[in-house]
Structure formats: structure tokens, C-alpha cells
């Protein structure tokens, strides 16, 4: 802490205009979504270029004052969130789309640009950037790379990782590295974008980001399927696969979620009565092309075709998939302080390891709600606190988390499919990963950062 | 040289019948496909479990002896052979596919299989390994990890990096770690399988490796569309992804390409009059969907459609990719020694890069070939020695490789887009890497082999 104070008024004479100090304004900065923790920095720099991070990572390495890198701060797991003290280094100034290169297939960016805001950027060359993580309008994309962030089409697209063909960054002595560019095959050297991807800003910070883009599939319609229970809904997911067909996304929902996220916004659902539900989004040259897909959807799923909800307007779309990207929100308002995982299982034994964990949650008398990716056995457990007193519930959640991620593993999995480690896993790590392994993970942070200033209590 | 000794003395302790020392065996391991590179291993172990390979490494990490990883030897950049001496360490006999689980779309293998056996396998079960390097038939899949293979349905599904979700692998002290497994989707920890997948056989020896298959596609098209010129050819990929449509290769090869191909297998090829051509493979859920796409894209690159060639049988489908995956052994008929280089450029600039090169390498008085990946920008340029005298080759192949890349990175591209560094292309590391990203190699490369007994003189 004794650091603090000379770092601090270095970066003021070197960075002007940049600090934040204040009080009321830090307190904006103490918290990401995680539920329930906070941790106020002493001081907020925000960059405005690679230039402005590399100068706050070098005095910073000098003193050995810790610095956390932050995007929008919307991750889940305390990436965002400064729990060693010392400096957050925000990112959110540096937020241009710098280039949609129609050209070539690329766009580039700065780490504080809004995903959808890309998104869109490339949608009016009628290019695609799939990754879509359910705070696509809020999160950055930085962010997204420090999580290598998934979202309902990685099913067919994959996750940001598979996107990235560049990276510009600033290790902790300063120096500023840009591995990778506008092409999309790259044997040259190591992969330091496919280490630093999901490295949760603990090895580098990102400063710029070369990103591939698909050509935008011409059509595509929603659809709702409704299933007795989860067990019908994931049998019909495997079908559906081993038929050949892969949709853009194939969400699920138990009921519970729908009829939340329904009170949460004051509008019906389709198909509000069904035990759980598959979102579908399935894409095709055309609309009637969308539509034979459809139906070969059905007949592999052995479902009926008129109980499935198509959304036919845009209006009608867009109510399907805010409603799926509210659920947080929702569940938030149901109870605000609730468990929220996202273990991943092989795809097949998605249905397994949540009735087994349904079982066991309700032995504990814990409401809970289950959505997620069934289409990659990326799944979103949700344990209600409720009403249950707070010490009581802190008591027990340790076990209660160990639990999840003891069942996950046994399943095949691990404990988390994109959301990270953050700070809130990080005491479990060693459930999912060899000694070994966190041995090798501690060599490789020293290869990047030797001084451990970079986000320090996070991943290990 | 001297630690050799005791090294091979305690091996044929610890493995009796896996050591080869017979000098003729030897050169049988002496080369891969690299022209004109050969050295003789002292000693070769053939490896038959993960613990077979870590006492290997434990041996040789206490004696610092340096430990060559040899798959099936097809690699291009020398990466199998052992060029700073002491033993190769063959996993050959790591042979087997041990689990196609169809239930999680997920193959399990020893890194020995060879590729096209486990894409075999897995069509069985109606799934679908996509990367398809051209040696498919005998490379085998841990050369693919190790060297992050492409091949031509890379522009669908990408490369080989994108399909391991897990890894075990032998650091360089014997230690044996599983990184991921069979779920696709993970943020548990650093990306350990990213960073090995084209690491060239430098970090670690991987022994057991998990991939993500796909739904078969249940039909496809091969066809062979005939341009004037290169430049034609790579107009009609720029429209052809603008239109929304993306096949699984796109390929192009010069008339020179098919010319050679066709003299080498004493067969017509289709087409053969044409300036350029692609080799579009079209994939639908029927025939008739795939029929529609080829109208789809006939009209979106402007082609009259009778003038496609589509191979109607299978033997057409055959004979087609047969050609193109012949291409390098029809140019070695050609002139032994020639010159192969696979610079990836953004994808829009594969016609001026060639088209400058060509008229360079005219100037010079060097007949060329260039064929590849027209998808993706990464381009496979050769260089004909033809009959000039091998000093005068030999003079002036540093300098023309050096234009080569120095003209790939001015298009914004690099030296390499999927065969690797390995100990070919090292020295001209540095025209495409800072300073900066080599230091960050070596520090990686310390992490995992501190003692560099792994693959030394490859890449840096």
C-alpha cells in the first residue's frame, strides 16, 4: 500500500486527466456482476491508448503495485473487481471499432467496444461475429477475450477464442507485443493469442484485437420446442445432432426459468407449460430453406411440428431471445442473492448430472433453475439462497459449490465452461486440475509477468 | 554426445524392445518430407504407453540429452528430425483410436493414429473429424496437434486447434498432466491445449488427445470451377463469401498445378485448359440442397454453370481431390528440389501477392507453382531448382525465401500459415516476430523444458 502513494503521483504527472480519485466515482468501479463482492480500488486509470497502459504497467512493475485490468466489468466470477487493492486499469475509453475490413474478412478493435456494437458494425457488411454471451449489449469485447466468452451460438460457431487471429498487448514490464493479424492460419511460432484467451487478464493486457468474421448466414428463424422435462428436451438435442443438422444455438430452459423471466417483464411466454424448453435458432439460405430444416428438425426430435412456437417477426424473435438473456436478471429479482454456476459436462450427460444435482438440491430443501448451452453441455445451475438466513447460507455454501463441481467432474467436466475462475473459484481449482498442472500454470505467469502484478487473486 | 552413453545403456534397462540402434532401421528416421534434410538419429525409442514416453524424458532431462517427438515423419519443416542430435522418441506404435463416443461427439486417441483412420472411424458413427491435411492418409494426428495442421475444409471448420479439447501430455521432467477432456467448452484454468497445438514438439510429448467431431454432413459436391486467371479465380471467392455462403474448400491451384497432376497420375483432368481453377466441395442436408447452393454460387461468382465441372460419383469425387492432394508429389516429379513455401496472406490479397511474386520470380528466370487455400489466404508457393547447378541453388535460396516472406508480411500476412517453423524457416523468425514475442517464447519454452531438451533447434 505504501507504493500506492508514489505510483500514484507518478501516473499523474505522466497520465493527466486520466486518474480517477474521487471517492463516489471509484465506488463505480468496486464491484462487476458477481454476486456479493466488492473491493473499492485506491485509484482508477483510465488508458486511452496502448501507450497510456503500457506507461501504467511499467510504474506499476517498478513499485510492484497490483493492477486490475477492466472491461465493462458485467463478468460473474470477480475478474473485474481489484480484490488485492492497488490499481483497476479501465479499458472502457479505449472502445472504437477501428476497422471492418470487408475485404479481408476482419475486424479490428479496441478492447472497450461493446460485442453487439461489433456486431452490428459487421452485420451491415453483411458479415457475422458469432460469439453472443447473454450481456452481449453491455459486456466489452476485451472482456470476452479475458474470459474467451461462449454465448448460445457457439454450438455451431465455437467461442471467441476461434475468432481471434491478433492480438496487440502489453506485458507488465511495458513492452507492447502484437502477435497475429488480419489472417485468419497462423503456424508461426507459439500460439500466445490461444494462451492469453481466457487467461483472465492475469498474463497481459490487451490493447487491440483482430477478429474473423463469416459471412452473415442470408436467413434464419427462431423457434421454441417444449418438452415434458429436461430429460425429453436433452434426449431430442442428441437426436437432433446425430441426424446432421447443427443449429446456430441450441438453448434450454426448465420451466422455472420461463415463468421468471416472464413475471420479470410483464409479457407471456410461448409455450409457458412445458416441463422445459430447447431454443433453436436455425439458419438457411432462404426462409423456406430455414423452414425444411425445421421440419427435418422435427422429425428427428419426433416432435410435432404445430407445437413448436416459430417466431415469424423480428418483434417476435427479439422477445424470445430477451427473454433467454434476461434470466440472470430475472432470477436476480426472484432472489437476489443466489449460486450462480455454469459447469460443463460431455454433451451427453447433460440430463444425468442435473437430475442427479435436482435430487440433491431439493434434499437440501434449496429451490433451484437450470438453462444453458445443451447443445456443448455447458449448463447454468442456479441455487436460490431465498429466505435462508445469510450466515447460514455462507455456511454452507463452500460445501454446496464442492458439491457441484465434485459431480461435474465425475460426470467428465469441469467446473466452469466460460465463465472463468476469477476470484470466486479459485479455492477449488485444484478439484478440477492436477498439482502439476497449477505448477506449470504459476511457471507460465512468471514467463509473462514475473512480478505478479497483473490481477493477482485471480484463476490460481 | 558423451551423456548419450549412459542415456541409451539405462533405456534398454527400463524398455527392453523399444530401443532401435541398427544403423539401417536408423535411417529410416533420419527424414521427413523436408527436401533436402536428413540426419541420423543415435538411438530411437518407440514408444508404446504415456509411461513409456515420460521415463524417456526423465532419462534424457537428467543426462540433458536432447529428445526429438516423431509422428508418422510427414512433416515439411524438418520438425521430426532430429537435427541437434540425440534420440527420437517414435510414437508409431501409439497407434490406437481408443473411443469414437458417439453419445458426446468426441474421439479419443493416441497421437500415432493416422488422421484419415480416425475420420473413418468416426463416419461410422455418421460424425466427422474435419481437418484434412493433404497427407491425411499417413500423417498422423499428433503431428497435426504438434504442428496445428490445416487443410482445405479449414475455411468451414477450421483448424486443427479448434477441434482438441484435451490433452495428456509429458512435460520434459516425466511429469504426465490431462489438460480438458470430453467437453467442448472450458474456462478452468489457462488454455494448456492452445499453447501446445503448434508448438512444434518443443514444450511437451503428447500422448493421448481428445477432439470434437461434428454431424456428418449427410451429402456433398465436389466440383471444379475453371477461371482465366488467378486473379478471376480469387475474385470469385471475395463474392462467393459475400454472398453468405461458405463451402467446405475452396480451393485454387494454377493450370501448371493440374497440368502436373494430371502427367504424374497418367490421367485427364477436367478442365485442364483453364487459366486457374477452385475446387469447391458443397455440403447439404440432400443432393438436390446441394445443387441448389451450386446455383447459388454460380450466379454469386458470375460463372456459367455449364461450364462447372461436378463429380457426379464417387470415383469423380476421388479422382478430383486425388489431384489435388498429389500436387506436391507431382512437382517433386517434376524437379526433385524445389522450393515450398505456405505464407498466409489476408484473405482478400492472395491475387497481388501472387501476381507480384510471379512476375518477381520471372525476373529471376524460376519457374513456379502456386495452389492452396483460397478461403483462408494461405497460399503454397513453389519454386522450381529445375536444372540449375546446386551451388548456384543453394546461393540463393536465402535470399529468395527471404523476398518470399518480406513480400507476405508487406500484405499484411506471415511466413507460415499452417506447416510450421521447425528448423527450416528459424532463421527468419525474427522478419516476422518482434524482439519482444522471440523473449516471450523463450520464457514459455522454459516453463515447460527448462533444461531444452525437447526438439532443440526448432522454431527459435
Known amino acids: 500500500m505504501s507504493q500506492l502513494v508514489p505510483v500514484i503521483e507518478k501516473l499523474q504527472q505522466i497520465l493527466p486527466g486520466r486518474l480517477v480519485l474521487d471517492?463516489?466515482?471509484?465506488?463505480?468501479?468496486?464491484?462487476?456482476?458477481?454476486?456479493?463482492?466488492?473491493?473499492?480500488?485506491?485509484?482508477?486509470?483510465?488508458?486511452?491508448?496502448?501507450?497510456?497502459?503500457?506507461?501504467?504497467?511499467?510504474?506499476?512493475?517498478?513499485?510492484?503495485?497490483?493492477?486490475?485490468?477492466?472491461?465493462?466489468?458485467?463478468?460473474?466470477?470477480?475478474?473485474?473487481v481489484a480484490v488485492a487493492g492497488g490499481i483497476v486499469l479501465s479499458m472502457e475509453q479505449m472502445n472504437r471499432i477501428l476497422e471492418i475490413d470487408e475485404h479481408?474478412?476482419?475486424?479490428?478493435?479496441?478492447?472497450?467496444?461493446?460485442?453487439?456494437?461489433?456486431?452490428?458494425?459487421?452485420?451491415?457488411?453483411?458479415l457475422l461475429y458469432p460469439p453472443d454471451p447473454a450481456s452481449l449489449d453491455t459486456c466489452s469485447i476485451g472482456g470476452n477475450v479475458a474470459e474467451n466468452a461462449g454465448g448460445p451460438r457457439a454450438v455451431k460457431y465455437g467461442i471467441t477464442g476461434h475468432y481471434v487471429t491478433g492480438l496487440e498487448f502489453a506485458l507488465a514490464d511495458g513492452s507492447i507485443i502484437t502477435s497475429?493479424?488480419?489472417?485468419?492460419?497462423?503456424?508461426?511460432?507459439?500460439?500466445?493469442?490461444?494462451?492469453?484467451?481466457?487467461?483472465?487478464?492475469?498474463?497481459?493486457?490487451?490493447?487491440?484485437?483482430?477478429?474473423?468474421?463469416v459471412p452473415a448466414p442470408p436467413n434464419s428463424i427462431d423457434v421454441l420446442m417444449p418438452?415434458?422435462?429436461?430429460?425429453?428436451?436433452?434426449?431430442?438435442?442428441?437426436?437432433?445432432?446425430?441426424?446432421g443438422i447443427v443449429p446456430a444455438t441450441i438453448e434450454f430452459m426448465e420451466q422455472d426459468a420461463i415463468t421468471f423471466v416472464a413475471a420479470h417483464l410483464g409479457q407471456d411466454m410461448p409455450c409457458a407449460d412445458a416441463g422445459a424448453h430447447l431454443l433453436l435458432q436455425v439458419e438457411g439460405a432462404s426462409q423456406?430453406?430455414?423452414?425444411?430444416?425445421?421440419?427435418?428438425i422435427a422429425a428427428a426430435c419426433a416432435i410435432e411440428e404445430d407445437s413448436i412456437f416459430v417466431a415469424q417477426t423480428a418483434a417476435q424473435q427479439e422477445r424470445l431471445w430477451k427473454g433467454r438473456r434476461s434470466i440472470r436478471e430475472a432470477l436476480r429479482a426472484e432472489s437476489p442473492i443466489f449460486l450462480a454456476e455454469d459447469c460443463v459436462v460431455p454433451r451427453g450427460e447433460i440430463a444425468a448430472f442435473l437430475a442427479g444435482l435436482k435430487e440433491y438440491l431439493?434434499?437440501?430443501?434449496?429451490?433451484?433453475?437450470?438453462?444453458?448451452?445443451?447443445?456443448?453441455g455447458n449448463v447454468h445451475i442456479n441455487v436460490f439462497k431465498d429466505s435462508l438466513p445469510a450466515e447460514q447460507w455462507q455456511a454452507m455454501l463452500s460445501d454446496l459449490k464442492?458439491?457441484?463441481?465434485?459431480?461435474?467432474?465425475?460426470?467428465?467436466?469441469?467446473?466452469?465452461?466460460?465463465?472463468?475462475?476469477?476470484?470466486?473459484?479459485?479455492?477449488?481449482?485444484?478439484?478440477?486440475?492436477?498439482?502439476?498442472?497449477?505448477?506449470?500454470?504459476?511457471?507460465i505467469k512468471q514467463a509473462f509477468d514475473p512480478r505478479g502484478i497483473l490481477n493477482p487473486g485471480k484463476i490460481f
Not at 465434485?406 to 498439482?435: N, V
Open 402 to 443: 464442492r458439491e457441484i463441481y465434485r459431480r461435474a467432474i465425475e460426470h467428465g467436466g469441469t467446473i466452469t465452461g466460460e465463465h472463468g475462475i476469477g476470484c470466486i473459484r479459485r479455492d477449488y481449482l485444484a478439484m478440477a486440475k492436477s498439482p502439476e498442472e497449477i505448477a506449470l500454470y504459476r511457471r
Open 104 to 126: 479481408n474478412l476482419i475486424a479490428v478493435v479496441e478492447p472497450g467496444a461493446i460485442t453487439a456494437d461489433i456486431q452490428k458494425a459487421a452485420l451491415r457488411h453483411r
Open 180 to 213: 497475429g493479424g488480419k489472417y485468419v492460419k497462423n503456424a508461426t511460432g507459439y500460439n500466445i493469442c490461444g494462451i492469453l484467451t481466457g487467461s483472465e487478464g492475469t498474463l497481459a493486457v490487451v490493447t487491440k484485437i483482430y477478429l474473423r468474421l
Open 23 to 80: 471517492p463516489e466515482v471509484l465506488e463505480t468501479y468496486a464491484r462487476d456482476e458477481t454476486i456479493d463482492l466488492c473491493a473499492l480500488p485506491a485509484c482508477v486509470v483510465r488508458a486511452r491508448s496502448a501507450q497510456d497502459v503500457a506507461a501504467v504497467l511499467k510504474i506499476c512493475n517498478e513499485y510492484g503495485v497490483a493492477v486490475t485490468p477492466r472491461g465493462a466489468g458485467t463478468g460473474v466470477t470477480g475478474g473485474a
Open 288 to 296: 423456406q430453406a430455414c423452414h425444411e430444416t425445421l421440419e427435418a
Open 362 to 376: 431439493q434434499t437440501l430443501a434449496l429451490r433451484s433453475v437450470m438453462f444453458g448451452h445443451a447443445g456443448d
Open 227 to 243: 418438452f415434458v422435462d429436461l430429460g425429453a428436451a436433452v434426449a431430442a438435442v442428441s437426436a437432433l445432432l446425430h441426424s
